[in-house]
């Protein structure tokens, strides 16, 4: 079965610290891109980083780094130096492709800083 | 830049009415992807649209059908709607190109109540 398992419902993080969002997912595709988005109260989906799953470097875009753990099909999202700014819903979505692609998506994890 | 477009951003209805949602994909993107969001859950897949044909299809119920015309945009039509359609709405889009690495562009959303 395809599925993205986000296990952390809610997060709380002090302002400055660094959080790690939780995100293990299952496929037997051998190519699919994992990704992080940023939900916040407005609605919008905002792309955060990308792994693809060939690549054995973990993906970094500014203070979000991804923990890319292959052999376990993991794929933690990093906030370093939380901001007030970052509290938001986040989900870890997985891209497949069968002809087109399509995302899965995690349940989220609503991260709240703490000032 | 140009961003995904979405109208309306709210849309209250009464069971059983239509309802039409609007989407305008970044110019140059040609794949179009509608989603829905429940309160408190994961975006779920609905439909995709590549060239103007419907590439995939996912968990759309039959009340609703989508379309996608030759400038790209789409519309999403949902008819007898129930209480149960009250969600948000989104759509993506992105270019066909398998290389791209930054995953869909959302809109905003379109927060659709039924009462």
């Known amino acids: 079965a395809q599925k993205i398992t986000q296990t952390q419902p809610g997060m709380f993080v002090q302002e400055k610290e660094a959080v790690t969002l939780d995100c293990t997912y299952d496929t037997s595709d051998q190519s699919y891109g994992l990704f992080w988005y940023k939900q916040p109260s407005s609605g919008e989906m905002i792309f955060l980083i990308y792994?693809?799953?060939?690549?054995?470097q973990n993906a970094t875009e500014g203070r979000y780094s991804l923990n890319f753990q292959k052999a376990r099909k993991s794929a933690n999202l990093v906030i370093s130096a939380s901001q007030l700014g970052d509290s938001a819903m986040y989900f870890c979505a997985m891209r497949l492709y069968s002809g087109t692609y399509k995302y899965i998506f995690g349940t989220g994890t609503r991260l709240k800083v703490l000032a | 830049a140009a961003g995904v477009i979405q109208s309306p951003r709210h849309l209250i209805k009464e069971k059983r009415e239509t309802a039409t949602l609007k989407c305008y994909p970044i110019p140059r993107h040609d794949t179009v992807y509608w989603y829905q969001q429940g309160p408190g859950q994961d975006p779920q897949f609905l439909i995709s649209?590549?060239?103007?044909?419907?590439?995939d299809k996912g968990s759309i119920p039959d009340r609703f059908s989508a379309q996608q015309f030759s400038d790209y945009h789409s519309e999403l039509n949902m008819s007898s709607l129930e209480l149960g359609d009250s969600a948000l709405y989104f759509c993506?889009?992105?270019?066909?190109?398998?290389?791209?690495?930054?995953?869909?562009?959302f809109g905003s959303g379109t927060r659709l109540t039924v009462v």
């Open positions: 993506a889009s992105s270019p066909t190109s398998t290389a791209s690495s930054y995953g869909y562009t």
């Open positions: 649209f590549y060239e103007k044909m419907q590439s």
């Open positions: 792994q693809g799953s060939y690549d054995e």
